[in-house]
Every structure is written in C-alpha cells, then in structure tokens.
C-alpha cells in the first residue's frame, strides 16, 4: 500500500517579539451601575432614555455588571493568557460634572481595577474618553463648546497624577469620528444631533482636548505613553470613472484623513475643507491648535473592522445616504456598493486586505509612531450548545485579520500589538445588546460568562506569538 504523504501543516507566521496581545472593551458597554458611588449622568444615559434611539430600547445600566464582577473579568483574560487590558474611564464616574469636584469612590473604582491587573501580570492601556461624556458639559454645548476640550484635559491630568504611577499606556480618544459625525450628524449616537456644521466644529473641538490632554499626559510627573485611537477603513472606488474616484476621495477625506492629517501632520487636508465648505468656514479653528492637536504621539490606535466601497451618483439615490441623515456629510450622491461579500452580523463587509493596505498606507503617507491594533472583531449571530459557543465566523474573521497585520508588518508597517474586540459581549451602542462581539459570551439574564471557541483560539494564537 502507498503511503499518502500528510499534507504539510501550514508555517506558522510569527508576530515580532514583545508583540502585545490583550483585548479591550469599554466603560459604558460593561460597566452597568451607571447611578453607583456618585456617577453622574452621560450622554449615553440620556439618549438611551430617547424612545426609538437604541434598537432593543435597552441601556448601560446593568450591561456586564462589570462594576462590581471586575474581579472574576479580570481572572477570565488572565486565564486566556492575555497581558494587555484596554478599558475607559467613565468620565462622569471621575468628575460626576465634567468639572470641579472628583468622586473619590469613582477614582477608588479604576485604583482597584488597575491595581487588580498589575497583580494578574496584564499591563492597562487605559482609553480617557470612550464617548460617555458628563451630560452636565453637554447641556453647556458638549463638544460644540470649546471649553469642553480643556476641561478634558484637566480631567486627563487629574487621572493621570492619580493614577499614572500604574498605568503608563493613555490614549485620549477613542474614534473622534463617531463622537462628531454618528454624534452630531447621523444622531445615531449620543448626543443624537443632526446638524452637519456641528459635527464639524465638535470634530474640531475633539481633536483639541486630544492634543491638550496629550500635551497634559505628558507633562504630568510621571513618564506616560501617549495615543489615541482613530477608526479607520479602506475606501475604494467602484470604477476608474472621475464620479467614482471622486467619491471615494470625499469619503476616505472625511473618514480617515480628517483625523490623520491634523493628528500625524499638523493640517487639515485642503481638498476636505473645500468639501465641508458648504457647512462650515472652519473660523472656529484658532492659531496654534493644530500645533496642538499634532502634539508628539508615542502610539497610533488603530482601530479596523470593514472597508466602503463607492460609487458617485448624479444625485441623491433614493433610500441611499441622501434620504436620511449621513455621517459622511456632503455625500448624499455616494453610494456604498455592495460586493457581494460576506458580512458580520452588523452587516459589515469583511476585508481584510482591507486592514493590510490601510496599515501600509499609514507606513507610506505618515511620519507615524508605532502603531497598536486597539479594535478588530466581528458580531455574529452566536448559538449556546451544551453551554458553549461554536463561532467559526469569528475565528475565521480573525484569522483572516491577524494575516492581514502579518503582511502589512513585512510590508514595513510598524505594528506593536493587537486588542480583540471586544473581552465580552457588551452593550453595542444603538444596536443594544442585539450585537455580540464578545471572545467570552455573557448571558445577560444570569451574567455567566463563557469563553467561546473564538476565545480559546485566540489565547492559543497569543501564546505562540504565531497564528497557524
Ligand atoms: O463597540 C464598538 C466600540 O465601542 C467602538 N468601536 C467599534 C465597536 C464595534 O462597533
């Protein structure tokens, strides 16, 4: 008889050494306890309140009960391997207004909380701003206020001498994009405003309390890291016609250059200003805030999930972008082509070249620090069996993801580490608990946590430094 010779097991592709592999989540999606020990209230509590605003009516206010199960949370990554935690700060948790006082049994939380990881051996990437902004601030003009970025930046400081001499990782925002545009021009996130000029002053006023809190981060008395965390997406255009090219540069302007270029080059890009024109004159822009805003970066967040791919129209199509509100103002004759590609279960095309070109492209066009993969996952409709959760879809999706670094980091790409998205199942914004991105399942009636298939593979892959 012949033998058949084995099919030879594929190399492993290893990451460099000291790769960091954690996962990350954020404060309102998990904390719960959102009126404990004097939180006060966010945004996200008020636009949960607003009828129609969150898809199954629900809100932050048990989500994974984390405020009080943080212990066992943390036992769980330390138990998958991982080293790195990337959580947020509540801010209203911290400074229940926004200003002023501080809540002492706020801060005592996060003390707890980092001291618990330090004793588990995981390192905290600690994210100031995760979109839950003290809805005292809002009532005074949120992010259209210029004063809301320096009172960021106090309370940066203030947490940063309370709790600097443990964490050395900050990044100040988390996706400025959504906070502006899902914020103030879509409405689909907190505050829920539709009003595209205001979206483009609290962009503005955004990436200033990032730089002046930078700025503050490191000024502080002890040596700090500092970041913030951009999402970002590969557009491209459905044909070579100028209708086309011209809509995938308005829409890679507004999603990824308008943060790229002040953050990493000190400018906003000419071609999306003369694009934004129509609202907005851009005078709120003061001299030396760019200066501000492209403050020296230790690190660049990165996060990534999906790519747009375009088309121009001559106009509006109806049930396209024009027909309601669009984060991507200016651009209700853009359509988003469908490619026939498989999606997660929030609909997103999964592409990760995607991930590879969008990395290499920051490589190319920026004098860019290294950077970390803060967010990359994917929703799926999971199944409990037997008490486990079979998720091929998310280990497909994140294998597919961690090639895509590997080939962006042979491709010169200065990659340091990668956080999954999400630790746990967790509170998706307006889709409510109807997302599931979680390694590690939650049952939200009982708060059992199950490490899925996806969980095990990923410590697997983490342990190794190398994916198979
Ligand atoms: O859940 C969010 C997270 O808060 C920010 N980045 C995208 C994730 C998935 O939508």
Redesign the pocket.
């Known amino acids: 008889m012949t033998s058949v010779p084995e099919t030879p097991a594929a190399p492993a592709r290893a990451f460099p050494d000291g790769f960091v592999w954690g996962a990350a989540t954020?404060a309102f999606?998990i904390e719960g306890a959102t009126t404990e020990d004097g939180r006060g209230p966010s945004i996200w509590d008020t636009l949960c309140a607003r009828p129609g605003a969150i898809l199954d009516g629900s809100d932050g206010s048990v989500a994974c009960d984390h405020y009080h199960r943080w212990e066992s949370d943390l036992d769980l990554l330390a138990s998958l391997g991982l080293t790195a935690y990337r959580f947020s700060l509540a801010w209203p948790r911290v400074m229940p207004t926004g200003r002023g006082a501080i809540n002492e049994a706020g801060l005592a939380f996060y003390d707890r909380l980092v001291d618990g990881m330090l004793e588990r051996g995981i390192t905290p990437y600690a994210t100031l701003y995760?979109w839950d902004l003290p809805q005292a601030l809002e009532d005074d003009g949120g992010w259209r206020n210029r004063d809301t970025a320096y009172r960021f930046a106090d309370y940066a400081a203030i947490t940063q001498f309370r709790l600097g001499d443990r964490v050395r990782h900050w990044a100040t925002l988390?996706?400025p994009w959504c906070s502006a545009f899902l914020g103030h021009a879509s409405g689909e996130h907190a505050p829920g405003r539709t009003d595209p000029a205001e979206a483009v002053v609290a962009s503005h006023h955004l990436l200033l309390g990032h730089g002046l809190a930078a700025q503050a981060l490191h000024g502080g008395r002890r040596p700090a890291q500092v970041g913030i965390v951009i999402?970002l997406y590969d557009v491209t255009p459905a044909s070579d016609s100028p209708a086309d090219l011209d809509a995938a540069r308005r829409v890679d302007g507004l999603q990824n250059r308008w943060y790229l270029d002040p953050v990493l080059a000190g400018s906003y890009p000419e071609d999306v200003v003369a694009d934004v024109a129509a609202y907005s004159d851009m005078s709120f822009v003061r001299d030396g805030d760019l200066e501000t805003i492209s403050t020296r970066l230790d690190w660049l967040g990165v996060?990534y999930?999906s790519s747009f791919h375009v088309r121009g129209l001559d106009a509006p199509a109806p049930g396209q972008p024009g027909a309601r509100p669009t984060p991507w103002i200016g651009t209700e004759d853009v359509e988003v082509v469908d490619r026939g590609l498989k999606k997660t279960a929030m609909g997103w095309d999964i592409v990760p070249e995607g991930l590879r070109k969008t990395l290499v492209r920051i490589a190319r066009d920026y004098d860019a620090p290294p950077i970390l993969i803060t967010?990359n996952g994917s929703a799926w409709e999971d199944e409990v069996v037997d008490g486990e959760v079979h998720d091929p879809d998310r280990i497909e999706y994140l294998d597919q993801h961690l090639g895509a670094i590997a080939d962006a980091i042979a491709d010169g790409a200065d990659v340091r580490g990668y956080f999954a998205?999400s630790l746990l199942d967790n509170f998706?914004?307006a889709w409510g608990y109807e997302r599931r991105?979680g390694i590690v399942r939650v049952d939200y009636d009982t708060q059992e946590r199950t490490v899925k298939d996806s969980g095990r593979h990923y410590a697997a892959i983490a342990a190794a430094n190398a994916l198979r």
């Open positions: 954020a999606q995760h988390n996706e999402n996060n999930y967010e998205w998706e914004w991105f």
